[in-house]
């Protein structure tokens, strides 16, 4: 069976939305790996980073809107659609804890065992997918969604039983041989400081799988208030909807740390105006404008699909960046993932629900997105309010 281009990719400009996702992503891995001391912590407060990454967000969308509107109309339509910006406040919510949560598992985690292991969301992500949307996925689909989450899981699965230990390539083997002696305490789980063998049933598997909970709930969620409820609002008003409600989130968690006034003082602000900050603040800004434009004229099944994607990426950029090697289960799991991929392009979801397929970005920035069902049926003879169950 080919590949489906068309269902995946419905116009050009859906293609190149999810080349720019899949690559800003890798380097939010990459970047704020990066901008961590030697011990593998952070010289400035992530938390306001994060506060100020929504700020730029904020002001960028809203420049975005006033292309081809003005300030006062952005105001009009605030107001008017004031009941979805309340709505926006649970996605805001959990993308708030998401991207906190990322600096954390980042600094615990290598970039490749932080992707492979937050693949974790694909299921949960599809069983929500059909609770939210009532679409539900084929068998194909639920195959290629299982490998990819099999393809995680064997990141840790240790070789050494299998083979003998000169031959083997796992990580663990790899760690192990690290020489140990009275003047160096080795921790057979880490290199680099980083852990590189997943879960480990510590505080550090609690955080990875409260980011994965947050990730699947916000992404499926945000799609729906994209698709469904705030379908006929400026995909720019809804942007700004998203973050007015995410600055009020993590200006919240300062509040609650009592640093929100602190946070903003000339010392740590001087720590945050370096290039291997300001790089994460307009990286992370950049992805969230383009995931917006991905639930909205895609789908979160595909995004969790580009996001596993990234690991391949991954892993070889940090090869080459941070010298963290890829060992036999790596590789390993990257195959199966790359398969799942494979398999899951046979037969793709397809969820435009109210929205038409986007052409060009001054179609994104009309008043209404909403298409006329009756039209679409009388030019394509079917609907893409219905799942393709190939």
């Given at each position: 069976?080919?590949?489906?281009w068309?269902?995946?990719?419905?116009?050009?400009?859906t293609?190149?939305?999810f080349l720019?996702?899949?690559s800003?992503?890798?380097g939010q891995?990459?970047?704020?790996t990066?901008s961590?001391?030697?011990?593998?912590?952070?010289?400035?407060?992530?938390?306001?980073v994060?506060?100020?990454?929504?700020?730029?967000?904020?002001?960028?969308s809203?420049?975005?809107?006033?292309?081809?509107n003005?300030?006062?109309?952005l105001?009009?339509?605030v107001?008017?659609?004031?009941?979805?910006?309340?709505?926006?406040?649970?996605?805001?919510f959990?993308?708030?804890?998401?991207?906190?949560l990322?600096?954390?598992n980042?600094?615990?985690f290598?970039?490749t065992?932080?992707?492979?292991l937050?693949?974790l969301?694909?299921?949960?992500t599809?069983?929500?997918?059909?609770i939210?949307?009532k679409?539900?996925?084929?068998?194909?689909?639920?195959i290629?969604l299982i490998?990819?989450?099999?393809g995680?899981m064997?990141?840790?699965?240790?070789?050494?039983?299998?083979?003998?230990?000169?031959?083997?390539?796992?990580?663990?083997a790899a760690?192990q041989?690290?020489?140990?002696?009275?003047?160096?305490t080795v921790?057979?789980?880490?290199v680099h400081g980083k852990?590189?063998?997943g879960?480990?049933?510590?505080?550090?598997a609690?955080?990875?799988?409260?980011?994965?909970?947050?990730?699947?709930?916000?992404?499926?969620?945000?799609?729906?208030?994209?698709k469904?409820?705030?379908?006929?609002v400026?995909?720019?008003?809804?942007?700004v909807?998203?973050?007015?409600?995410?600055?009020?989130c993590n200006?919240?968690?300062l509040?609650l740390r009592?640093?929100?006034?602190?946070?903003?003082?000339?010392q740590?602000?001087?720590?945050?105006m370096r290039f291997?900050?300001?790089?994460?603040?307009?990286?992370?800004a950049?992805?969230?404008?383009?995931?917006?434009?991905?639930?909205k004229?895609?789908?979160?099944?595909l995004?969790t699909?580009?996001?596993?994607?990234?690991?391949?990426f991954?892993?070889?950029?940090?090869?080459?960046?941070f010298?963290?090697?890829?060992?036999?289960?790596t590789a390993?799991?990257?195959?199966?993932v790359s398969?799942?991929?494979?398999?899951?392009?046979?037969?793709p979801?397809?969820?435009?629900?109210?929205?038409?397929?986007?052409?060009?970005l001054?179609?994104?920035?009309?008043?209404?997105?909403?298409?006329?069902?009756r039209?679409?049926?009388?030019?394509?003879g079917?609907?893409d309010?219905?799942?393709?169950?190939?």
């Amino acid at each position: 069976m080919s590949t489906n281009w068309r269902e995946l990719f419905p116009t050009r400009l859906t293609f190149i939305i999810f080349l720019l996702y899949m690559s800003l992503f890798i380097g939010q891995g990459i970047f704020v790996t990066a901008s961590q001391e030697s011990n593998n912590s952070y010289g400035y407060n992530t938390v306001t980073v994060v506060l100020l990454t929504e700020v730029f967000k904020l002001i960028v969308s809203t420049c975005l809107y006033c292309r081809d509107n003005n300030l006062r109309s952005l105001v009009r339509d605030v107001h008017k659609d004031r009941n979805v910006l309340a709505l926006y406040m649970v996605p805001a919510f959990l993308y708030c804890f998401y991207n906190n949560l990322a600096f954390v598992n980042l600094a615990t985690f290598d970039p490749t065992t932080y992707y492979l292991l937050l693949q974790l969301r694909v299921v949960v992500t599809g069983i929500l997918f059909q609770i939210i949307f009532k679409k539900y996925l084929s068998q194909r689909q639920w195959i290629s969604l299982i490998l990819l989450t099999l393809g995680c899981m064997l990141k840790q699965v240790d070789f050494s039983g299998f083979y003998s230990d000169a031959n083997d390539d796992s990580e663990s083997a790899a760690i192990q041989a690290i020489p140990s002696n009275s003047n160096h305490t080795v921790d057979h789980h880490q290199v680099h400081g980083k852990n590189m063998s997943g879960f480990d049933f510590s505080l550090s598997a609690v955080f990875i799988l409260a980011q994965t909970i947050c990730s699947c709930l916000a992404g499926v969620y945000n799609e729906y208030l994209l698709k469904d409820k705030g379908a006929d609002v400026n995909i720019f008003v809804q942007n700004v909807f998203m973050y007015l409600d995410s600055i009020v989130c993590n200006a919240g968690i300062l509040l609650l740390r009592g640093e929100l006034l602190d946070a903003f003082s000339p010392q740590n602000l001087g720590t945050i105006m370096r290039f291997s900050v300001i790089i994460i603040i307009v990286n992370n800004a950049a992805i969230g404008i383009v995931t917006s434009f991905f639930l909205k004229y895609m789908n979160s099944i595909l995004k969790t699909f580009a996001s596993a994607l990234e690991l391949l990426f991954t892993a070889v950029l940090c090869y080459f960046l941070f010298s963290i090697p890829i060992y036999m289960n790596t590789a390993l799991a990257i195959a199966v993932v790359s398969y799942a991929i494979y398999l899951y392009t046979q037969s793709p979801v397809v969820n435009l629900g109210k929205v038409r397929p986007l052409s060009s970005l001054s179609e994104a920035s009309s008043k209404s997105t909403a298409y006329d069902k009756r039209k679409l049926l009388d030019e394509e003879g079917d609907t893409d309010l219905e799942m393709d169950m190939v």
